[in-house]
């Protein structure tokens, strides 16, 4: 059985999260100096996640992850918040996202750009929308390379 850490251990937490009204967001499994961190990000379906949520998780996925035990050696688990910037990965968070102010970049141009920063005014699975600065761009969902949440100043 060779599957990614990151599928096993969101087959571990959903259930887990799913109990208590949240989601997961995203997870990383990556290596930084001489430590490798786990990090899931998580967020609450209805309202904000909490630390007594965060807490919650990190103690219950812990648990479960050393019965499992799908990760050989040492790591950190780390378990958060998206924060105001989250990411937007699946299609439900781009629905929840028309209406935000969103930052978006493309595996391709369009319009002869690749970034786009505006209000997300409509979500299809084949396409998205964008308000800039006055235009509405639309945006073909597969070629959506990373988008997110983002701050207005």
């Known amino acids: ?14 259930p887990l ?7 997961l967001v995203d997870i990383e499994f990556k290596k930084e100096g001489k430590n490798r961190f786990l990090r899931l990000f998580i967020d609450r379906i209805e309202g904000r996640v909490s630390l007594e949520d965060i807490s919650r ?3 219950r996925l812990s648990k479960e992850l050393d019965r499992v035990d799908p990760i ?3 790591y950190i688990l780390e378990v958060s918040s998206p924060g ?7 299609e439900r968070d781009f629905e929840r996202a028309v209406g935000k102010h969103v930052h978006i970049k ?6 002869g750009r690749k970034t786009f920063e505006g209000t ?12 800039v600065d006055g235009k509405e761009i639309t945006i073909p969902y597969p070629l959506v390379a990373k988008a997110r949440l983002a701050i207005l100043f």
């Open 120 to 131: 997300l005014t409509d979500f299809t699975p084949e396409r998205l929308t964008v308000e």
């Open 72 to 74: 050989s050696g040492a």
């Open 17 to 23: 999260l799913a109990e208590d009204g949240l989601e």
């Open 57 to 59: 998780v990190s103690e």
């Open 84 to 90: 105001a910037e989250r990411p937007l990965k699946k």
């Open 106 to 111: 493309t595996y391709e141009p369009i319009e």
């Open 1 to 14: 059985m060779n599957r990614k850490v990151t599928e096993i251990v969101e087959e571990l937490a959903a």
